[in-house]
């Protein structure tokens, strides 16, 4: 069964979006003895790579965009075209969706989903939007506890039931005030229908179902 992609769907993810549309060593070391010691020393040292710091994450907020957000990386499990390969993908475009929603760019989304799904591309548009104008989201963060895929060999579309939670969603302006009124936090089922090909999963439908 193909999910719905009615306006009750969309309002899961896009809420308030919609209207977007319309106008997310201190002691000592023992150094066995050598006829060089500072030669040795120094060779440790050179051996010894420093660690490269790694920029902090940091969520939006109504004095600034999030900073450092970590790009979705497709998992191995989610190149395989099975029933474990469905769900690691389902996971990985929920993921790619959330960062859109951080960082405003949907480009990671786009790379695996099909131009025919509706609801899709609804989103895209409506976080491309709400990003416009010196615009950002505060909020609207993704997780997915529960991803069940119903995979059958060579059965046609794999359909994947997702649990979403998502964040209140807030959109601020470039001074920081509100831009309209918050989305509220939700956790609803989701259907994501994919289809496998040379290139791996691609997203072709995606509905509400509770």
Same mark, same amino acid.
């Given at each position: 069964? &193909?999910?719905?992609? /009615?306006?009750?769907?969309? +309002?899961?993810?896009?809420?308030?979006?919609? @209207?977007?549309? &319309?106008?997310?060593?201190?002691?000592?070391?023992?150094?066995?003895?050598?006829?060089?010691?500072?030669?040795?020393?120094?060779?440790?040292? @050179?051996? &010894?790579? @420093?660690?490269?710091?790694?920029?902090?994450? !940091?969520?939006?907020?109504? !004095?600034?965009?999030? *900073?450092? $957000?970590?790009?979705?990386?497709?998992? *191995?499990?989610?190149?395989?075209?099975?029933?474990?390969?469905?769900?690691?993908?389902?996971?990985?475009?929920?993921?790619?969706?959330?960062?859109?929603?951080?960082?405003?760019? $949907?480009? $990671?989304? !786009?790379?695996?989903? #099909?131009?025919?799904?509706?609801?899709?591309?609804?989103?895209?548009?409506?976080?491309?939007?709400?990003?416009?104008?010196?615009?950002?989201?505060? #909020?609207?963060?993704? *997780? @997915?506890?529960? $991803?069940?895929?119903?995979?059958?060999?060579?059965?046609? /579309?794999?359909?994947?039931?997702?649990?979403?939670?998502?964040?209140?969603? *807030?959109?601020?302006?470039?001074?920081?005030?509100?831009?309209?009124?918050?989305? !509220?936090?939700?956790?609803?089922?989701?259907?994501?229908?994919?289809?496998? +090909?040379?290139?791996?999963?691609?997203?072709?439908?995606?509905?509400?179902?509770?």
């Amino acid at each position: 069964m &193909t999910p719905r992609t /009615s306006i009750s769907a969309r +309002s899961f993810i896009i809420g308030s979006l919609a @209207t977007a549309l &319309t106008l997310t060593a201190c002691g000592n070391n023992t150094q066995p003895q050598s006829a060089s010691p500072t030669v040795s020393a120094s060779a440790s040292a @050179t051996a &010894t790579p @420093t660690p490269t710091p790694t920029a902090a994450y !940091k969520p939006a907020d109504a !004095k600034g965009k999030a *900073e450092n $957000v970590p790009i979705p990386v497709l998992p *191995e499990a989610a190149k395989a075209n099975s029933k474990e390969g469905v769900e690691a993908f389902a996971r990985y475009w929920f993921q790619a969706l959330s960062y859109a929603y951080e960082t405003g760019d $949907v480009r $990671v989304l !786009k790379q695996t989903t #099909g131009p025919n799904c509706v609801l899709c591309t609804a989103l895209q548009e409506a976080i491309t939007v709400a990003w416009t104008d010196g615009k950002w989201i505060v #909020g609207g963060r993704i *997780e @997915t506890p529960v $991803v069940v895929g119903k995979y059958r060999d060579g059965g046609g /579309s794999p359909q994947t039931t997702v649990q979403a939670i998502q964040q209140l969603i *807030e959109i601020r302006r470039a001074d920081g005030t509100l831009y309209q009124d918050p989305t !509220k936090a939700s956790n609803r089922g989701m259907q994501l229908v994919a289809t496998f +090909s040379a290139n791996g999963w691609t997203v072709i439908d995606l509905g509400l179902i509770y």
